[in-house]
């Protein structure tokens, strides 16, 4: 399984832009990227998945580097919302026994 | 469409006592997970099912854990004895297989085990 590194906090104002950084140096030619967030007291929620290729979605965008060592998730516009614990981690696609393997996360604080 | 259902929400129990968990997943989610998430770690994957069938429970403790999924729907865990150390939140998730097998997994809020 691919190992995952990302800052443990960040701060951000609201309604500004946020890029929150994650480093998966070991990431095989197949692993897609999925991203994760856990607001306080509740479940993970899925927030953006992609291979190669930038994706969006009405949550965020996610930029993946040429050579996928590394990947930025970016929030256009934070809101207290936002605050959360953000994952990031590779996943085996097409893998009928697909599983998450969490690391600790990015605490992003968001300030009003 | 309703979420994943979990209870109860909260737990405290006495060392070496039992305790179960039941979750009831997305209608028509073939799949099914149990995590262990500690107090500042991210979840961790005790047990995945298939419909009925154990997928990987490669980390489940199986000398005091142990979880069912009868007619591939609502899922039980139970913990028996339970130990200070299992003192975490309990989260179960699903996900409907869907094209290329990326299934976004849709997580409950969770039961917060506290044993004392």
């Known amino acids: 399984d691919a190992k995952t590194t990302q800052p443990n906090s960040m701060e951000s104002n609201e309604e500004e832009p946020v890029h929150l950084p994650c480093n998966h140096s070991?990431?095989?030619?197949?692993?897609?990227i999925h991203w994760y967030r856990q607001l306080p007291s509740q479940g993970p929620e899925y927030v953006i998945h992609g291979l190669t290729s930038n994706v969006n979605n009405r949550m965020a965008s996610l930029a993946i580097a040429e050579d996928r060592k590394s990947s930025t998730l970016i929030l256009h516009r934070a809101t207290l919302r936002d605050a959360a614990v953000y994952y990031c981690?590779?996943?085996?696609?097409?893998?009928?026994?697909?599983?998450?393997?969490f690391g600790s996360g990015t605490r992003l604080l968001v300030r009003p | 469409e309703a979420g994943v259902a979990q209870s109860p929400r909260y737990k405290i129990i006495e060392k070496r006592q039992s305790v179960a968990f039941w979750c009831n997943p997305i209608?028509?989610?073939?799949?099914l997970y149990w995590y262990q998430q500690i107090l500042g770690q991210g979840p961790k994957l005790l047990i995945q099912f298939q419909n009925n069938g154990v997928v990987d429970d490669s980390q489940l403790p199986k000398d005091r854990f142990s979880a069912e999924r009868l007619k591939g729907v609502d899922s039980t865990l139970k913990i028996q004895p339970a130990k200070l150390e299992d003192s975490a939140v309990y989260l179960c998730a699903s996900s409907y297989r869907g094209r290329e097998g990326l299934d976004e997994q849709f997580f409950g809020p969770g039961t917060r085990l506290t044993v004392l």
């Open positions: 070991t990431i095989s030619g197949t692993d897609y």
């Open positions: 209608s028509g989610h073939a799949t």
């Open positions: 981690i590779p996943t085996r696609g097409k893998d009928s026994s697909y599983k998450l393997i």
